[in-house]
Nanobody
Framework: QVQLVESGGGLVQTGDSLRLSCTTS????????MGWFRQAPGQERDFVAG????????YYKHSLKGRFTIARDNAKNTVYLQMNALKPEDTAVYYC??????????????????WGRGTQVTVSS
């Protein structure tokens, strides 16, 4: 059974940092591109960042590049999202995704093979 379990969310203040983690099990981690998406209240789920299997190619939502960094540790079957200088508009549920098609490029599809259940990030002003 494939599982993607996010952690690291919480309530922070504007300007703070958070690091999200997503630990996977039940899949061959290096066969998947990994990504992060987020969904704010009343909005559709939106791409945040993606990374290829080896970690040497990554993609970001344009407006987040420079504040957010995606990384992976293949020995731990875990992908991370470092978020700096957080803003209230970053408030959302953050979801981890595993996408076989994105393994080489890091470009994560909107309908990846697997989703995590999400972790809430709330940024207060």
């Amino acid at each position: 059974q494939v599982q993607l379990v996010e952690s690291g969310g919480g309530l922070v203040q504007t300007g703070d940092s958070l690091r999200l983690s997503c630990t996977t099990s039940g899949l061959t981690f290096t066969r998947y591109g990994m990504g992060w998406f987020r969904q704010a209240p009343g909005q559709e789920r939106d791409f945040v960042a993606g990374i290829n299997w080896s970690g040497d190619h990554s993609y970001y939502k344009h407006s987040l590049k420079g504040r957010f960094t995606i990384a992976r540790d293949n020995a731990k079957n875990t992908v991370y999202l470092q978020m700096n200088a957080l803003k209230p508009e970053d408030t959302a549920v953050y979801y981890c995704a595993a996408d076989r098609g994105g393994a080489d490029s890091g470009s994560i599809a909107d309908d990846p093979n697997y989703w995590g259940r999400g972790t809430q990030v709330t940024v207060s002003s």
